[in-house]
């Protein structure tokens, strides 16, 4: 710790701690990069940059995942060509500017070593090592959070319309990265405003205003071109999270993907216009609004006529995220069995063991925004479904509450 507490470019440091053992993994993994483990948006990035047209086949746009990673992965596929080096080296670049971000957050809200140990948990984490060099949107996620978090902090510190503005539109930035944030701006305008009181008043409007810009064009889009406001059409991945079969799925070690089809709904997904135009070039369109509607009102039904069953699931899916063992389900595809996985889960373990007893080293203001962030992000999978992919973009909160635990205990030793 002394080293890392005297080091006098703390940057430096952080970067190659986030870069080198990166790379390691892309070279390990090199073949798998863009064969397996790939998701929607890739198929969107290549059709795009074949056509022109957002979505699985040329000239039927989609709405059919959030747009973010799609839109990071086009320009990389333009103007390089899809190669794993390509893809790799990107999203390292991305993990790189994420560490230097809860950098500057702890040494700026809390203290310089905070930040510096903070920063080192949070990206020598083994699970985000592998994870961050394969085709995934979460990779994102983490960077826009934990702007977000920075500029929430920020703002309540000081009250400024540009503030304002910039944390909105890296909120919208943010819930087009992943829908599961919608309401996140919500639980930043509270702690804005328990902050600030009435001198919050313009830079939340400003805020308000610069989030509804940055997310308006998506929306409007898929009106004009899909048939419907939406920030993603696919409601089915809700519904599968939320239906009467959903809790023995996932309780055999299986995932939401295994849920039985919701009985009377169409058997072609829009997914089935990607592999009927890969077989033999044929178009078929898929009505996804329709079926946006359709698995939507499902949930609902669910929701109202299942209470208890829901609340089996919401505790099944908390129980998920918190697990300290990699997710079943993602274990094999993760490369964290046997050793691995449990060498990740001791990890995970002394993160939460100290993140806890970091809520009381770091100041109030940064302590209750810390907890409403991981309050949020159970309560998305309490509505979702809980899985180690999904916590791990906010796990930097949780590292930064570790780091001034450390400091704490660094301080006493000495």
Known sequence: MR?????????????????????????????????????????????????????????????????????????????????????????????????????????????????????LIATLSPYLVWHDVHVNRELLDQLAGATAFGLTLL??????????????????????????????PLVVAAFVAWRLRARAVLALAVGAVAFAVVLAPWVVRNKVQVGCFAITTDARALWKANNVNTYETLKAGKWIDDVPPLPGAPRITPEFERDFYRNDHRIVRVDECSQMRLYRHATIEFWREHPGEKA???????????????????????????????????????????????????????????????AYETFAAMVFVGATRYR?????????????????????RR
Request: glycine share 10%.
């Open 3 to 119: 080293i890392f507490a005297a080091t006098r470019h703390p940057a430096v440091l952080v970067g190659a701690a986030a870069a080198l053992p990166r790379l390691v993994a892309l070279l390990v993994e090199r073949g798998d990069i863009l064969a397996s483990f790939t998701e929607k948006s890739d198929d969107f990035a290549r059709t795009f940059v074949a056509s022109g047209t957002f979505g699985f086949v040329p000239g039927v746009p989609s709405a059919y995942t959030q747009p973010l990673y799609g839109w990071f992965l086009i320009p990389l596929y333009w103007i390089f060509g899809r190669h794993w080096l390509v893809v790799g080296l990107a999203q390292i670049a991305v993990a790189v500017v994420t560490a230097l971000v809860v950098l500057e957050i702890g040494r700026r809200f809390v203290s310089p070593r905070t930040g510096l140990y903070g920063a």
């Open 155 to 184: 703002l309540a510190q000081r009250a400024n319309a540009w503030i304002g503005a910039a944390l909105g539109g890296s909120l919208a930035v943010a819930v087009l990265g992943n829908a599961r944030l919608v309401l996140l």
């Open 312 to 374: 089996k699931l919401a505790a099944q899916a908390t129980g998920m995220l918190w697990d300290p063992r990699p997710t079943k389900t993602e274990a094999a595809a993760a490369g964290t069995t046997g050793v691995a996985r449990w060498a990740t889960a001791a990890y995970f373990v002394a993160l939460f063991v100290l993140a806890v007893g970091g809520v009381v080293a770091v100041p109030g203001a940064v302590a209750v925004l810390a907890v409403s962030f991981v």
């Open 392 to 412: 791990v973009a906010f796990d930097f909160v949780l590292a930064l509450l570790a780091g001034a635990a450390l400091q704490r205990l660094a301080s006493r």
